[in-house]
């Protein structure tokens, strides 16, 4: 997952479009959502994932990324209020700009034609750390930076969690919203 960062960063310097993170499938089976745990929901190969709507999805994260099958910050017009928009190379809501003066609110910073809320970790309340590609402070960068019950790095949205996918999981469990289930 560390080439992710990477990748990220090449996508929004470069504007490569949408890129796409495939997690291993469960190995939990269901059908009609039957044997899967509650919020889970059955897909069309029976398997037990954290959405396949929207719908599925609530507060912070009101997208389903229809790849991972995970709910996410934003996807296309869903989940950023204007003048944000959803970033075509990670998901999460960016604001548009032309330099610095756009930028209300964020360090000054205009790069590649959206608004920084850093360029190095000073920029950052103590306890986070710079995603410099993509200007913005988050709470991990790598799983060496998460520990305790929450020992995995959610790279695109820089959160500590339990699991990322349902293989951090014990045996038949579900990653869900970050917890196994």
């Known amino acids: 997952m560390r080439s992710l960062a990477a990748v990220l960063g090449v996508c929004l310097l470069s504007g490569c479009g949408s890129i796409a993170v495939v997690f291993p499938r ?10 899967c745990p509650s919020p889970s929901v059955c897909d069309t190969n029976s398997e ?33 209020t204007s003048p944000a928009f959803c970033s075509p190379s990670a998901p999460l809501c960016v604001q548009s700009c032309v330099d610095g003066n756009d930028c209300p609110g964020f360090v000054g910073s205009c790069r590649s034609n959206v608004c920084a809320m850093c ?11 710079c995603d410099v590609p993509l200007g913005r402070c988050v709470a991990c960068l790598r799983d060496e930076d998460c520990g305790g019950t929450t020992p995995r790095c959610h790279q695109a949205i820089g959160r500590c969690e339990a699991c990322i996918q349902n293989a951090d999981c014990p045996s038949g469990g579900v990653c869900l919203r970050g917890a196994c289930r």
């Open 26 to 35: 469960s190995s939990r089976t269901c059908g009609a959502d039957a044997g």
């Open 48 to 80: 037990c994932v954290e959405c396949v709507l929207d719908s599925h999805c609530t507060g912070a994260s009101p997208a389903c990324d229809p790849v991972t099958r995970r709910c996410v910050p934003c996807r296309g017009a869903i989940g950023c």
């Open 119 to 129: 360029s190095d970790a000073d920029d950052c309340v103590e306890g986070l750390f």
